[in-house]
């Protein structure tokens, strides 16, 4: 166990080493400032530090997911067309054990995203407007829970989401070898196209849309006491086979897969 | 140097890799063509052919980065498809070229690469970089290396293991000179002191015939020879060509060919293809003739030559 920690510890290696990710987190925190700041200066009245920190999420978490999502998609991609993947390959480690620490050290880097994002923003909007025991939202209400629970579960829910999305460029990254094709398919399939999708589905096979995994990504509507078309088990069942149906695909390719390149 | 392989006699015997039947379709087309090969131990041993006759496919498929469609290949005892950990344990290898993480430092490239075999301590680390010459640059970022360095830090990765054997596919593309020869020497310094069998891929005759104590010939995926090279010495090398100098050649000739001994007048020599067996014999039957013989040796052909005739003089670069 410990020596397949070190197969980790290679992976972020690689990635804490290269600026990149660390300016993918710098940009995470200036937009979380930003966000603040604007708040601070436009509004007579010192909002709810709470709405402010829930507005930051929903468009960071989705900013957390692009980042992810350009990671996991290099993670396995990069190593063929770069040639690496060969000096990866031939040592005593099984081929499934070695993706799998890229994933662990890929899910790793979500965490760290989401923990940082989540810390700055609750910190710096109660040092700037307040602490509050009150619960405000722009959208929606959840009386019934205290602030910071409910914050844990918006980012939980928002986590899980960026799971399955980060599964599924892992996925393409492994199956296709390319990482343009993982990073543009699964953020046109998040971003939008997966909606254009379960709409010109919805109007053929309105039964279908129930299954599609686009139906499924946006689960924090679930907190706030609104309508949900989904129980959360039935769209958490959906994810998780959508999720299960992209890890099968990612191993049994990359473990099949002639190294030719 | 290697404490967990026992230095016996018999285990040096043992050939370190043994390719059985192997064969490599894919798509109907058959790339490598039951290939049967054992590389012994302690040799720097060529693996010589033309461009796209399947050198680096059988290579891949020696480090399990390909799967073969038939046949087994085992080092030092192990299956490389089913026991591939122990088996590629043993191997040290670049793959065509050697690709590093340019976003690294050597020094992080080789930290990479140590972690993933237990029991590499940094000051092994240390000794390869100086082993290598890489001192004065390990800690700079791969990017700015020549292609001269990143070479030497392939060979790095692929030595600090202390593998029983180090497979190179054609190390010395793209390499000047001098870097070729550095490689060379170094290589042959390994396979002495170290005891490491090294087996080198390469469509250059001539460097293969500096470099190499054998050749495997290899031609649209079949195997055609395996020739020994370095003196004839060797037991079992065949196409020595011997020539004989002797006081009347037309009168020999005529002689020796009445006996049915192939024999060509090149100038005032006989020319004959043979081993120091055969000449030995001739030289008695032409001096029980009467003839003066003031000498024979054996011309070694060169690398070249042999080659031409086996694979018919088709393209080689």
């Known amino acids: 166990m410990f020596d397949f920690m070190q197969l980790v510890a290679n992976e972020n290696m690689k990635t804490y080493r290269r600026i990149r990710t660390w300016i993918m987190l710098g940009i995470l925190l200036v937009l979380a400032a930003g966000t603040t700041i604007v708040f601070y200066s436009i509004t007579d009245e010192i909002p709810n530090m709470w709405m402010v920190t829930e507005l930051e999420a929903t468009f960071l978490s989705s900013l957390i997911t692009i980042f992810v999502v350009i990671v996991a998609a290099e993670s396995v991609a990069s190593e063929f067309s770069t040639g690496t993947i060969k000096l990866l390959l031939i040592r005593p480690w099984s081929r499934s054990k070695i993706l799998l620490s890229k994933y662990i050290s890929l899910m790793l880097l979500a965490v760290f995203f989401t923990a940082v994002v989540f810390v700055f923003t609750v910190l710096m909007n109660m040092i700037v407007f307040g602490y509050s025991s009150e619960l405000e939202l722009a959208v929606g209400s959840a009386d019934n829970m205290a602030p910071l629970p409910y914050m844990l579960m918006f980012y939980l829910y928002n986590f899980i989401s960026l799971v399955v999305v980060a599964t599924l460029a892992f996925m393409i990254s492994s199956v296709f070898r390319s990482s343009g094709l993982a990073i543009g398919l699964s953020i046109f399939l998040t971003v939008g196209g997966g909606n254009i999708l379960v709409a010109v589905l919805g109007m053929f096979q309105a039964d279908l849309v129930d299954y599609i995994l686009f139906t499924h990504l946006d689960i924090t509507g679930h907190l706030s006491a609104g309508e949900t078309e989904y129980t959360l088990g039935f769209s958490l069942g959906v994810l998780a086979v959508y999720y299960a149906i992209f890890m099968v695909l990612a191993w049994y390719v990359f473990k099949k897969r002639d190294v030719a390149a | ?317």
């Open chain 2, 1 to 317: 140097m290697r404490e967990q392989i026992p230095a016996s006699a018999a285990v040096a015997k043992e050939p370190v890799v043994r390719l059985l039947n192997v064969t490599k379709r894919i798509g109907g087309k058959t790339i490598i063509d039951k290939l049967t090969l054992d590389i012994p131990t302690g040799e720097v041993f060529g693996f010589l052919g033309p461009n796209g006759s399947g050198k680096t496919t059988t290579i891949r498929m020696m480090v399990g980065l390909m799967g073969m469609t038939d046949g087994e290949i085992k080092i030092r005892g192990y299956n490389i498809k089913t026991e591939y950990e122990k088996a590629i344990r043993q191997v040290g290898a670049i793959v065509e070229n050697p690709e590093m993480y340019k976003y690294l430092t050597g020094y992080q490239n080789l930290l990479h690469y140590a972690r993933m075999i237990p029991g590499i301590t940094k000051q092994r680390i240390d000794e390869v970089v100086a082993l290598v010459g890489l001192k004065e640059r390990i800690n700079d970022k791969v990017k700015t290396y020549s292609l001269g360095m990143r070479q030497r830090l392939g060979v790095a990765q692929a030595v600090m293991h202390k593998p029983s054997l180090l497979i190179l596919d054609e190390p010395t593309n793209g390499l000047d000179p001098a870097g070729i020869r550095e490689l060379r020497d170094y290589l042959r310094q390994l396979a002495r002191t170290e005891g490491i069998t090294v087996f080198v891929s390469s469509h250059l005759l001539s460097e293969m015939e500096l470099m190499c104590d054998r050749v495997a010939i290899i031609q649209s995926g079949k195997l055609l020879d395996v020739r020994a090279l370095n003196g004839a010495a060797e037991t079992g090398l065949t196409g020595t060509v011997v020539h004989f100098e002797v006081d009347r050649p037309e009168e020999a000739v005529k002689l020796l060919e009445a006996e049915g001994v192939p024999v060509t007048l090149a100038g005032a020599l006989l020319s004959m293809n043979m081993d120091r067996e055969a000449a030995a014999g001739v030289n008695a039957r032409l001096v029980g003739a009467g003839f003066k013989v003031y000498g024979f040796r054996s011309v070694a052909k060169s690398l070249e030559d042999q080659f031409l005739e086996v694979t018919g003089g088709e393209g080689i670069v």
